[in-house]
């Protein structure tokens, strides 16, 4: 796939629901290799608008996500310890997931619950993930932060699955610590750890595939620490 090949435009359909749900103006295309293996979706495509995207599949599927309101999972796999590939979740606020990239992603019990899954489609692989991942990530960061952050301020509680996030502190599955109690935030092996003094943790570790929006996530939680609350 070359970059002339993302610039296929949307079906009717698309610019229709597109239009529908308000996503703006298309931007880019992108679909997989095409593959007999996978051949029920070699006409499967990702459609990047400036306001959200819309994921296309076998049998008719067509899913819109805008950026105010999608949730992003990142589950990133590896090869001899390094991170090779990204597979995706887009979750829509009904709890309506599709998984898109490479890789595999299976979601347990625990995590629909927390996450408020209710049911996932298996999407494409679509290639380039480099490229419309970072800019789906980048996307709902900046659409959605200052209303987060205006909910927190506000007195209010949003839910990143792992852990909730208000302004007094920060909740895990488990345990929970105030701001001014977190002195290092890190990641290791895929897990999220903060610590406070004498480095001990204060608040549960969990993987980073299971935070939704985690790049939005880490950006409040860095600023509510330097901040001390």
Not at 62 to 70: C, G, L, P, S
Not at 137 to 155: H, S
Not at 167 to 191: E, Q, V, Y
Request: charge should be positive; glycine fraction near 10%.
């Amino acid at each position: 796939m070359e970059e002339k090949d993302t610039y296929e435009k949307p079906t009717d359909e698309v610019v229709a629901l597109a239009a529908e749900r308000g996503l703006g103006q298309w931007q880019r295309t992108f679909r997989m290799k095409q593959s007999r293996l996978f051949g029920k979706h070699n006409a499967s495509r990702l459609y990047i608008h400036a306001n959200g995207a819309v994921v296309t599949g076998p049998e008719g599927f067509r899913a819109a996500y805008d950026w105010e309101t999608v949730r992003v999972l990142r589950y990133m796999s590896t090869r001899n310890g390094v991170p090779w590939d990204a597979r995706y979740t887009l979750l829509d606020p009904q709890g309506a997931a599709v998984n898109i990239g490479p890789g595999t992603r299976v979601f347990l019990k625990e995590e629909k619950q927390s996450l408020g899954i209710t049911s996932v489609v298996q999407g494409a692989l679509f290639l380039w993930p480099d490229v419309w991942g970072e800019h789906i990530m980048q996307a709902v960061t900046r659409t959605q932060l200052l209303k987060v952050l205006d909910a927190i301020e506000r007195g209010g509680t949003v839910d990143f699955g792992a852990y909730k996030v208000d302004r007094k502190g920060l909740a895990g599955r488990k345990h929970s610590a105030p701001w001014s109690d977190i002195t290092t935030i890190s990641s290791f092996s895929g897990r999220l750890i903060f610590n406070g003094s004498q480095r001990r943790t204060t608040v549960d570790s969990a993987d980073l595939q299971s935070i939704a929006n985690v790049d939005l996530f880490l950006r409040l939680c860095r600023g509510f620490k330097a901040d001390g609350r």
